[in-house]
């Protein structure tokens, strides 16, 4: 590891009190042609226990083939253990639940909402994982759902990003499978095997970062401030919905001003939530007056959540640059200190912006009035996006 990697290290380490682990693989998914071959193959190949936790899974030919290879694994008499966030997989077919739990897959849905408090509903499971005999992990931001099959060729089909983990850094991702698994009213067991061995002479090295939902802002926010204020030249932030914090904003404007070049990527015409795409516009004045680029992603629903750092450091998961995954979910984010994973995903990065309207000051600043009220209004549900 150079001189770079360890300051990169040694911030991140102080300030979040979480090791980084060396010896693991990466492999980067791009779109759903490729990630979810990668997922279902894993599955296949299982060979004693899964573990899947995911927030979205609604309908489409995909949510048929997860939900047949989880049955058939668990028919096999492997342990199949399934964690559904009660709110992102509302959409799920009952036929499909019934299938899994009738084959023997063990299945909880985390804070449903005919019984839990109140004033915990609003907290959701935002993490993707997957763990297959403890020996290789996924996570990223995509969900199982039709919306993201296909290679983001056009609107039907979503761009997105997956990572397939091995080595260490599943003991991370691990726990929080676990953590979510124990809310939903399942016990802790210590007879888990967990292998942590990449199978590659990859060795990168990764810091694994699980936020649960509190009263204060998680450690997502302080991991954001630590990857913008660290940030020597660039700064590349894809998310699907971007809503940062005034602090957040402070910090961007201060790196710009210290010369670090920094480009935000968002969904343009094609998005899922409006009222979140307009919640982030609200902040591009600010931006924009600070010289930094801003990118419309307009062939599709653009649901990467990805950040790189210098061309060396790279923060991916499940959490996007907004009030919710800092405040309100269970989010699971991973930092990668590799150039050469850094690099495909700066590539992908650059292969996006092809796809992409910049964002110019001079049309924005003449932007209606309508539009501009529409922006202001949004900050009375800034904690809800």
């Known amino acids: 590891m150079n001189s770079s990697f360890d300051y990169y290290k040694d911030l991140l380490e102080q300030t979040l009190g979480i090791p980084f682990t060396s010896d693991n693989s990466i492999e980067v998914l791009k779109n759903g042609d ?25 309908t489409g030919n995909i949510a048929h083939k997860f939900a047949n290879a989880l049955a058939n694994k668990a028919e096999e008499g492997l342990e199949v253990n399934v964690i559904l966030d009660s709110v992102g997989a509302a959409k799920m077919p009952e036929e499909l639940l019934e299938l899994m739990k009738k084959s023997g897959v063990q299945v909880e849905h985390f804070r449903p909402l005919k019984n839990w408090k109140f004033w915990k509903m609003d907290n959701r499971t935002h993490r993707k994982v997957l ?24 609107k039907d089909e979503w761009r997105d990003t997956h990572f397939l983990i091995k080595g260490p850094a599943v003991f991370g991702l691990h726990a929080a499978f676990l953590e979510n698994w124990i809310e939903a009213g399942r016990p802790l067991k210590l007879d888990y095997t967990i292998q942590g061995e990449a199978d590659t002479d990859q060795n990168v ?13 998680s450690d997502i926010v302080m991991l954001y401030q630590v990857l913008i204020k660290m940030a020597q030249e660039s700064i590349r932030i894809t998310t699907a919905y971007f809503n940062p914090n005034p602090i957040i904003l402070d910090l961007l404007k201060e790196a710009a001003d210290r010369g670090v070049k920094i480009q935000i990527m968002v969904p343009g015409e094609t ?28 062939k599709t629903m653009l649901h990467a959540k990805i950040i790189t750092i210098d061309g060396c450091l790279s923060c991916i998961g499940s959490a996007n640059f907004n009030h919710r ?61």
């Open 131 to 154: 763990i297959c005999d403890g020996e290789i992990a996924f996570t990223g931001g995509v969900g199982i759902a039709g919306e993201w099959e296909g290679d983001a060729r056009n």
């Open 271 to 298: 998005t899922d939530e409006e009222i979140a795409k307009v919640a982030g516009d609200k902040s591009f004045d600010t931006l924009l007056d600070a010289g930094i680029d801003l990118y419309y992603y307009q």
């Open 325 to 385: 995954s800092m405040l309100k979910d269970d989010e699971i984010n991973v930092v990668i200190l590799d150039e050469q994973v850094t690099g495909e995903l700066v590539d992908h990065f650059e292969e996006d912006l092809e796809q992409c309207e910049k964002i110019e000051m001079g049309r924005w600043k003449e932007r209606g009035l309508m539009k501009r009220a529409t922006e202001k209004v949004t900050h009375l549900f800034d904690q809800q996006i």
């Open 34 to 58: 490729m990630i979810f071959p990668a997922m279902l193959k894993a599955i296949d190949q299982s060979k004693e226990r899964i573990e899947f936790l995911t927030f979205v899974y609604w």
């Open 205 to 217: 090295a990764v810091q694994v970062i699980r936020t649960s939902a509190s009263v204060r802002w």
